[in-house]
């Protein structure tokens, strides 16, 4: 059965297109600093907004209009998984993530949630197969359901930790079995709500043998792929001990599990935690740990996740040269962890949101080519540094000098004289770029 009947398979048309099906910057085998944009960008569907979303808000149900909307249980299921990755094949996607609940019904216990994923699995892979789209990642579902009202790795309650580990086991198995190059760990409940009934250290503790746990088990089970924390801040819980990269990395230092995990960042938990997007990848990159993205943004005017489809060049193109400099993002991607808004229930609005995003990181990936082969800002920056690579700087850096030579230095020194930052100017050469890149 065809779910998206009317709509063929997006093309690419090219900048001066009007087509709203049709691409105008993402050109898969377009040769970017060496490489095809697909292999760059390894764009993927993120499958809970997108085949589980239905337009619900906090304050209303939900509108969105979907063929598979009269099935239940595991008819429902594999309606989703099939209209999934024709809607992938349609938009040359290659890849898709996952949590657990979004492809399966969780289920009246353990044991019926595990047999429910083992059916679903049987039909993704099948579907995997025929297609030849490829698991970019998967993950569990561990903050849903109101077991895990005090949390999951972190909760006060054993029995829940037990249970939550259970989950991660066969999500791990899952990702295992179906090639996925990565599995990630969302906190969305591991912090807390107030210090009067909290035993913060308890709970970064377990919270740190519940991750080396799944170190082990990843090494018992063969399991090559990639370990990501997404860090993210407030919501839901009011202090999440992910609550950005600096973060996370202090905690991964803290408890030596710096060499066994990377970090997927997202564009909206940036700005949720009052950085921009590039400042998250920044940080990533220069620390070695720059391992996925989710690629969607918020609203600055509202203080909650929205996951709207990515359409901000400025902050595409600033993720991209991170990206770049990193030598790639594989075997991470860029997963559209985004979803239409509320008013954008028509099925061709689904098609519309993943061209949008697609074209806003692929203009963003020339934008950012420009820049960086252009070299303006790369020798600028190199020019502002320049003090540390002679004299006085260059001892700072060996390290070879202390406080007291410092100061004879600083008391002979007659012409200390700053330079101008020129940032306006820097940004004005951004706008160039992405005016005719």
């Not at 969105?64 to 009269?70: G, K, M, S, T, V």
């Not at 054993?158 to 599995?183: C, P, S, W």
């Not at 003090?387 to 030579?405: A, H, L, M, P, R």
């Amino acid at each position: 059965m065809s779910y998206f009947s009317t709509i063929d398979k997006i093309p690419f048309e090219g900048r001066h297109s009007k087509n709203p099906l049709a691409f105008k910057y993402y050109d898969a085998d377009k040769m970017v600093a060496g490489k095809p944009m697909k292999e760059h960008l390894r764009f993927a569907l993120s499958y809970w907004h997108t085949l589980t979303g239905a337009g619900v808000d906090m304050f209303g149900q939900g509108t969105f209009e979907r063929p598979w909307d009269q099935l239940e249980g595991l008819e429902l299921s594999k309606a989703r998984a099939s209209a999934a990755f024709e809607l992938m094949s349609k938009l040359g996607i290659n890849y898709f993530c996952f949590h657990d609940l979004d492809i399966a019904p969780e289920g009246d216990s353990l044991e019926e949630k595990f047999a429910n994923l083992d059916i679903i699995v049987d039909h993704i892979e099948g579907l995997m197969k025929e297609t030849g789209i490829k698991l970019l990642w998967g993950t569990t579902n561990a903050f849903s359901n109101p077991r895990f009202v005090h949390g999951a790795a972190t909760s006060c309650n054993a029995d829940v930790f037990a249970f939550a580990a259970a989950q991660v086991k066969k999500a791990m198995d899952i990702t295992h079995r179906l090639g996925g190059e990565n599995y990630v760990f969302w906190g969305g409940r591991e912090g807390y709500e107030s210090l009067l009934n909290t035993d913060m250290a308890l709970e970064n503790d377990n919270y740190a043998r519940f991750l080396q746990m799944a170190v082990d088990y990843k090494k018992k089970i063969g399991f090559t792929g990639q370990l990501l924390i997404e860090p993210k801040p407030k919501e839901p819980t009011k202090h999440q001990y992910d609550f950005d990269t600096a973060t996370v990395l202090g905690f991964l230092r803290k408890y030596n599990l710096q060499d066994d995990f990377k970090l997927n960042i997202e564009a909206n938990h940036a700005t949720l935690a009052g950085h921009t997007f590039e400042h998250e990848l920044h940080l990533c990159r220069i620390n070695g740990v720059l391992g996925s993205i989710d690629a969607n943004q918020g609203d600055d005017h509202l203080g909650w996740d929205t996951d709207q489809f990515p359409t901000n060049i400025y902050s595409a193109t600033y993720g991209m040269i991170e990206v770049l400099k990193n030598g790639g993002i594989a075997p991470g991607g860029l997963n559209f962890d985004s979803k239409l808004r509320r008013g954008s229930f028509e099925l061709e609005d689904l098609f519309i949101g993943y061209i949008v995003g697609m074209d806003t990181f692929a203009k963003g990936l020339l934008v950012a080519d420009k820049i960086i082969t252009e070299g303006t800002l790369d020798a600028f920056v190199a020019k502002r540094y320049a003090s540390y690579n002679s004299g006085i700087g260059q001892k700072i850096i060996e390290g070879t000098v202390g406080f007291d030579d410092l100061t004879d230095y600083a008391l002979n020194n007659k012409n200390l004289k700053n330079e101008s930052a020129k940032q306006e100017w820097l940004e004005s050469v951004v706008n160039d770029a992405i005016f005719n890149a």
